[in-house]
T-cell receptor, first 117, second 114 residues
């Protein structure tokens, strides 16, 4: 099946620890995104990538890092510098203008719920 | 900062009634999209309207876009209990460089009572 997969579904992090959230897509999409969602809140953009080996900071990039070594994969690392990492993290992908296609919708994974213990 | 602001933040209606949600945004856009999120799940795309379109329909959904007012509305007609969810608007801000940044609002939580 084509889609976007996030893992794990639940993740627990100790204080001072780095953790990496996985996001994989087999939709052949160029653009990928990471969002953070706090309870009862909207989605805030952490990082996005329009093409392999390139990514841009979103609105709340501090304390996070990403890589885009393969088109299919866009992992997010929550570092110890992120002081309040407990949240629901959502990954998304969409076809981009690289393929000559504009105005496309995003497809989302089912999310990873991260809790600091 | 978030591009879109939905209004109202929460909406409670009876089954069969219509639900209207509004979205305002700040900058020029290439398109505006509406998404739905069931509690604790990922978002699902509902409808996309281009900046040169004024109205679009999909089943029981009707979206309007007023670029002069930088606003959009989502109308769900003949609502059902299964429509209970949070609804978000998202925009791709227009930039000279063709950025693919996709920015979401804070959402409207819709409750449809049986």
């Amino acid at each position: 099946d084509g889609g976007i997969t996030q893992s794990p579904k639940y993740l627990f992090r100790k204080e001072g620890q780095n953790v990496t959230l996985s996001c994989e897509q087999n939709l052949n999409h160029d653009a990928m995104y990471w969002y953070r969602q706090d309870p009862g809140q909207g989605l805030r953009l952490i990082y996005y990538s329009q093409i392999v080996n390139d990514f841009q900071k979103g609105d709340i990039a501090e304390g996070y890092s990403v890589s885009r070594e393969k088109k299919e994969s866009f992992p997010l690392t929550v570092t110890s510098a992120q002081k309040n990492p407990t949240a629901f993290y959502l990954c998304a992908s969409r076809r981009g203008p690289i393929q000559g296609i504009m105005n496309t919708e995003a497809f989302f994974g089912q999310g990873t719920r991260l809790t600091v213990v | 900062s978030q591009q879109g602001e939905e209004d109202p933040q929460a909406l409670s209606i009876q089954e069969g009634e219509n639900a209207t949600m509004n979205c305002s945004y700040k900058t020029s856009i290439n398109n505006l999209q509406w998404y739905r999120q069931n509690s604790g799940r990922g978002l699902v795309h509902l409808i996309l309207i281009r900046s040169n379109e004024r109205e679009k329909h999909s089943g029981r959904l009707r979206v309007t876009l007023d670029t002069s007012k930088k606003s959009s509305s989502l109308l769900i007609t003949a609502s059902r209990a299964a429509d209970t969810a949070s609804y978000f608007c998202a925009t791709v801000p227009f930039t000279q460089g063709g950025s693919e940044k996709l920015v979401f609002g804070k959402g409207t939580k819709l409750t449809v009572n049986p």
